[in-house]
């Protein structure tokens, strides 16, 4: 592609303690993303997959090398960028997070609620709309208690993707689902996503959704390598 990656990773390090139990979790990670792209990593627990996607999301501070996301370098970035640049970003987690006091809808209004200017009514609407783009239409007034483990990752991921964010970042998100119910959301996830021109990094251990992808990266001991091409 000839546009702009949205996300620039170049020669970074991360280490985690300091003095003698200081351990270096990623070693010189290179790689990029473009917009509207669909990428899964894959690797074995402790390689650093959910440090790198929370370094990614602006979340855990670069240490060494260059991190640019949306064009903003993250390397000692201001706490007030990293603010405005997390506002772009839709995070999905093997927790879903929800506030199992609130509705299915109340859950993914609190998202929009972060960006202002939007009235309770609007946000409202947006976030039914939402809910029902990802299968959830009759299930918007429920609250986390009273769904499956499918339908609340499917209210997490509407959450994630109502403000239209272009990166959306997702740590195992299949995890806790059976089969269909895993492919279902991923399959959601990336029509949504490819809709609004999004780019979807996703880690996971789940072999079933690969194909989903349009490049699959592996993370081992801390190094990334592309399982589509030559290492990067």
């Known amino acids: 592609m000839s546009q702009e990656p949205i996300i620039a990773i170049d020669r970074v390090n991360h280490s985690f303690g300091a003095g003698r139990l200081r351990k270096q979790i990623l070693f010189e990670v290179t790689t990029a993303i473009d917009p509207g792209e669909v990428v899964i990593m894959t690797g074995p627990s402790g390689s650093g997959k959910t440090t790198l996607l929370t370094l990614i999301g602006a979340l855990r501070s670069t240490q060494e090398g260059s991190m640019k996301v949306l064009g903003q370098e993250l390397r000692s970035a201001s706490e007030g960028k990293l603010v405005d640049l997390r506002r772009n970003i839709g995070y999905i987690f093997q927790a879903h997070n929800l506030l199992n006091s609130l509705r299915a809808w109340q859950n993914v209004q609190m998202s929009i609620e972060l960006h202002g200017n939007i009235s309770p009514s609007e946000s409202r609407d947006r976030a039914e709309s939402m809910l029902e783009a990802v299968g959830l ?58 809709k609004q021109g999004s780019a979807i990094l996703l880690v996971t251990h789940d072999n079933r959704i690969l194909d989903l992808a349009d490049r699959t990266l592996n993370m081992e001991d801390g190094r990334l390598v ?3 091409a030559a290492p990067v």
Do not use: F
Not at 143 to 154: A, H, I, N, V
Not at 163 to 186: F, H, M, Q, W, Y
């Open 137 to 194: 239409k009759d299930w918007a007034h429920y609250y986390p208690s009273e769904l499956s483990g499918g339908q609340k990752q499917r209210v997490a991921i509407a959450r994630a993707l109502v403000c239209n964010p272009k990166i959306v970042l997702a740590d195992e998100p299949t995890a806790a689902l059976d089969k269909k119910s895993g492919r279902d959301v991923v399959e959601i996830m990336h029509d949504l996503a490819k």
């Open 226 to 228: 592309s399982l589509d």
